[in-house]
Structures are given as structure tokens and as C-alpha cells.
T-cell receptor, first 111, second 114 residues
Framework: GENVEQHPSTLSVQEGDSAVIKCTYSDSASNYFPWYKQELGKRPQLIIDIRSNVGEKKDQRIAVTLNKTAKHFSLHITETQPEDSAVYFC??????????FGAGTRLAVHP | DTAVSQTPKYLVTQMGNDKSIKCEQNLGHDTMYWYKQDSKKFLKIMFSYNNKELIINETVPNRFSPKSPDKAHLNLHINSLELGDSAVYFCASSQVGGLNTEAFFGQGTRLTVV
């Protein structure tokens, strides 16, 4: 069935370091790959997304890469700040934007 | 203005009771969803409605019955609540028409069954 694997489950970095989260999806029909950030007790909020016709997208300190052949996509956060601490979810979307989420990565950025 | 709003924010109830969670979106989106987030933070889709029609039903027990009176509202009714139903339930909406787009989430309803 449809599945999205996300690694690592927890990530601890020092402020200013980079953080990388990786996801693998199983459904080759997936064509939309959003990343959501969820702070404690809050709703998931989109931080960046990429479509299957694009290999890379960047927005300030955040970038996402997609390898359709390998069914891999990754989130890169550079110059991390304490306010980047949160749970990050990758997702793969197909028909009617049915999003299959990864299990989440708890990122802790230490000052 | 809140884009996707759901009520109540917290719900504590006893096993066996029936409860409802309401959701409304003012974004003009045509598709709405219910997601369940368990204690381990797994976010799993339960249902999706497009223009008031059910299009996704992810093997959810039939104690869960979504209802969409119009495309701006998607309510979730749960019968005979069980301990395992305790979770945070998120409503979401998006505009689906050719290209998938951002799903906007409500603030969540924390359901606790005791």
C-alpha cells in the first residue's frame, strides 16, 4: 500500500548547523511533496512543497530536493535557529491531494 | 479571520458516548479532510470530501461518520466512543483541481475518552 518512510525520527543540532531530513515514498503516482512543521500543541503548517516536475526548490534557509527515480525527497534547513525546533512531517500527495504522511522528525536546535 | 476552524478544541468524554466535532473553512476550497494524530504523532488521513461528496474513506470503523452539509463544512460524528479513539483530530481543506495544493489545517480537537 501507500507508505512514506521518514528518517531520522529525532535530530539534535547546534544553532547555526544544517539539518537534513529524508523521506522515501512507495506510490509512483505521487506528484506532490509538501513539508509541514508542527510546533508543540499547534496545527501542522506548510513550510515548503515541491511538485514531481521539479528537482529542487529553495526558500531562504529551507530547500527541498526530489529524486523521482529513487522515490526520495529531502528537506534541508541551513543556519538553524532555536525557533526551528519542532516536529517536521514529509508527505506524498496523489489524487485529490490525499496526503500520506511520514512519521515525523523531532528537530531540536540547541543555542 | 481563521481559515479552517474546528470546535471544540478539547473534548473529554466517557466510553460509549457519542460525540461530534465541527469544522468550517472560509477559504473557498472544494476539498476537506479529517486526519487523526495519535499519541506517537502519526498523522493519518481518515476521510476526504470533494464538493460534499465522499472521495476517500481510509478503512475507518463505521462508528465514525463524516457529514458535509455544504462544501465549507465537514463534521465528524463518532458513535460508541472507545479508549483507542483518544487522539487529536485535525480538519483540513485544500483546493484540488488538476494540481495538488497546500492543505490548511484547523487547530485540532484533542479527544480524550475515559
Amino acid at each position: 500500500g501507500e507508505n512514506v518512510e521518514q528518517h531520522p525520527s529525532t535530530l539534535s543540532v547546534q544553532e547555526g548547523d544544517s539539518a537534513v531530513i529524508k523521506c522515501t515514498y512507495s506510490d509512483s503516482a505521487s506528484n506532490y511533496f509538501p513539508w509541514y512543521k508542527q510546533e508543540l500543541g499547534k496545527r501542522p503548517q506548510l513550510i515548503i512543497d515541491i511538485r514531481s516536475n521539479v528537482g529542487e526548490k529553495k526558500d531562504q534557509r529551507i530547500a527541498v530536493t526530489l529524486n523521482k527515480t529513487a522515490k526520495h525527497f529531502s528537506l534541508h534547513i541551513t543556519e538553524t535557529q532555536p525557533e526551528d525546533s519542532a516536529v517536521y512531517f514529509c508527505a506524498a500527495g496523489g489524487g485529490y491531494n490525499k496526503l500520506i504522511f511520514g512519521a515525523g522528525t523531532r528537530l531540536a536546535v540547541h543555542p | 479571520d481563521t481559515a479552517v476552524s474546528q470546535t471544540p478544541k478539547y473534548l473529554v468524554t466517557q466510553m460509549g458516548n457519542d460525540k461530534s466535532i465541527k469544522c468550517e473553512q472560509n477559504l473557498g476550497h472544494d476539498t476537506m479532510y479529517w486526519y487523526k494524530q495519535d499519541s506517537k504523532k502519526f498523522l493519518k488521513i481518515m476521510f476526504s470530501y470533494n464538493n460534499k461528496e465522499l472521495i476517500i474513506n481510509e478503512t475507518v470503523p463505521n462508528r465514525f461518520s463524516p457529514k458535509s452539509p455544504d462544501k465549507a463544512h465537514l463534521n465528524l460524528h463518532i458513535n460508541s466512543l472507545e479508549l483507542g479513539d483518544s487522539a487529536v483530530y485535525f480538519c483540513a481543506s485544500s483546493q484540488v483541481g488538476g494540481l495538488n495544493t497546500e492543505a490548511f489545517f484547523g487547530q485540532g480537537t484533542r479527544l480524550t475518552v475515559v
